[in-house]
């Protein structure tokens, strides 16, 4: 298993797994982003078989031990399977996440105690500025949430924007369509009312680099990619409801 290691934004690492069994023929990438600070944080744990290649990838960055966030958009496998491997690898290392998901899962789940956090709520990791955002049920998962890195305009934005296939780490080429198309195959999202107003909210941030947990991250007008997955969202629901 080789997992790849680029630079997306000033200080922010995008760790690649491509997995050519998952929506073959094209495969499926797994990132996982460390955001480098004084107190350096890791956005996706990964799962746990994908460990030893994902730690391997960060060590050429930075010593494991070193880490001290770990967080993730949603409780499943792939967003926090191997949390308590990092846990144990990096001894004051701490999870955080959105009040939902303490209470409802990590506070039983992580082998430390997570650190619970507000919508909007600020974390200075020294040198980068972290914006934990509540989006419950977006794409899916009650205690769904997303971080923005405000001194690079960075948005982590977990499984929005998901698309199939290895390749670049980043583009600047249309991302909607092929997240589109990924959407149509799996049905992946919750499709809530809610829906559309919260990944407006996250367009209004002004991102201008996407970093996608699956598929190539997005360097451009975030925003206006986000207002367009946004209207498509509330348009397939409406259709679907029709
Ligand atoms: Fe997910
Ligand atoms: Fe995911």
């Not at 746990?48 to 960055?61: T, Y």
């Not at 583009?171 to 009312?193: G, N, Q, R």
Request: proline share 5%; net charge negative.
């Amino acid at each position: 298993m080789d997992t790849r290691v680029d630079e997306i934004a000033d200080g922010i690492y995008r760790f690649s797994t491509h997995i050519a069994e998952v929506a073959p023929p094209a495969g499926f990438t797994f990132n996982q982003f460390l955001v480098m600070g004084d107190e350096p944080l890791l956005f996706h744990c990964g799962m746990r078989g994908l460990f030893p290649s994902v730690s391997a990838a960060m060590a050429k960055v930075m010593p494991v031990e070193r880490l001290r966030w770990i967080s993730f958009g949603h409780v499943e496998a792939d967003e926090c399977g191997a949390m308590n491997h990092w846990l144990a690898a990096a001894p004051g290392a701490e999870v955080m996440h959105g009040m939902t998901a303490c209470l409802v899962s990590l506070n039983d789940l992580a082998d430390r105690l997570p650190r619970p956090l507000q919508d909007n709520d600020v974390v200075d990791i020294g040198g980068k500025r972290i914006r934990y955002i509540d989006t419950p049920h977006v794409p899916h998962g009650w205690e769904a949430g997303v971080l923005y890195e405000e001194t690079t305009k960075t948005l982590l934005c977990g499984d929005l924007f998901s698309h199939v296939g290895g390749g670049k780490a980043a583009t600047e080429s249309d991302i909607l369509e092929p997240a589109i198309a990924a959407e149509e195959m799996f049905e992946a999202s919750s499709l809530t009312p809610a829906m559309g107003r919260t990944i407006h909210r996250l367009a209004n941030l002004g991102p201008t680099t996407l970093g996608v947990m699956h598929g190539a991250s997005y360097r451009g007008d975030g925003a206006a990619a986000l207002h367009s997955l946004a209207d498509y969202y509330d348009a397939r629901r409406n259709r679907l409801a029709a």
